[in-house]
């Protein structure tokens, strides 16, 4: 039980998902609302999926770094299934 209080608690791990989940979220918002802003929002939301984790570890908080590392897990699926459907639909 004192284990789970010093590594953070499932609560943390949620809130890394989310947060992660969040972003991708933003992009299909702003790709609804302009498509000249999709360029740079992918730059954006790639350095903050990958920087997001790192800092989470480095601040000590293993179980939000954990759910950044499975939104992130996430978002490249969710990236790819987006791209495939695009790239079959472009076929004929």
Do not use: E
Not at 29 to 49: K, Q, R, V
Not at 63 to 92: M, P, V
Request: charged fraction near 5%; include cysteine.
């Amino acid at each position: 039980m004192s284990q789970n209080h010093n590594d953070g608690s499932l609560k943390q791990l949620w809130l890394g998902i989310g947060i992660a989940l969040g972003i991708y979220l933003l992009g299909v918002l702003l790709l609804i609302a302009s498509s000249t802003l999709t360029l740079p929002y992918m730059l954006f939301a790639g350095i903050a999926l990958i920087v997001f984790p790192i800092v989470s570890f480095s601040m000590g908080k293993k179980r939000l770094g954990q759910g950044a590392l499975i939104g992130l897990g996430l978002n490249i699926l969710l990236f790819s299934a987006c791209a495939g459907i695009l790239i079959a639909n472009l076929g004929g």
